[in-house]
């Protein structure tokens, strides 16, 4: 199972693409705390001026996926998933 798969199934609601949000909260796999974005943005020596623009993807009022960090404890696909979701950041050929 790739690590970065979510199981579609716990995915109650639409998702949505947003850029991340001061107050944001994650709960990253493997981790039992409910994080601000904020810290893990500091603890991975993300600058400041990167953080405004960083994507994350909600799905009704849960942050599923932070770049950069697994997807959300929660919504994790696990062997007995059916199918599982991955996404995937395309690069830019511009840079």
Request: with cysteine; aromatic share 8%.
């Amino acid at each position: 199972m790739q690590s970065g798969a979510m199981d579609p199934q716990k995915l109650r609601e639409r998702l949505f693409l947003r850029n991340w949000r001061a107050g944001d909260r994650f709960r990253p796999r493997g981790s039992r705390k409910l994080w601000k974005l904020k810290e893990l943005f500091r603890q991975q020596k993300i600058p400041r001026n990167q953080r405004q623009l960083w994507p994350v993807v909600v799905c009704g009022e849960q942050i599923v996926w932070v770049r950069g960090f697994p997807p959300a404890a929660p919504v994790v696909a696990s062997p007995e998933s059916r199918a599982v979701l991955i996404i995937e950041e395309a690069r830019s050929p511009l840079g």
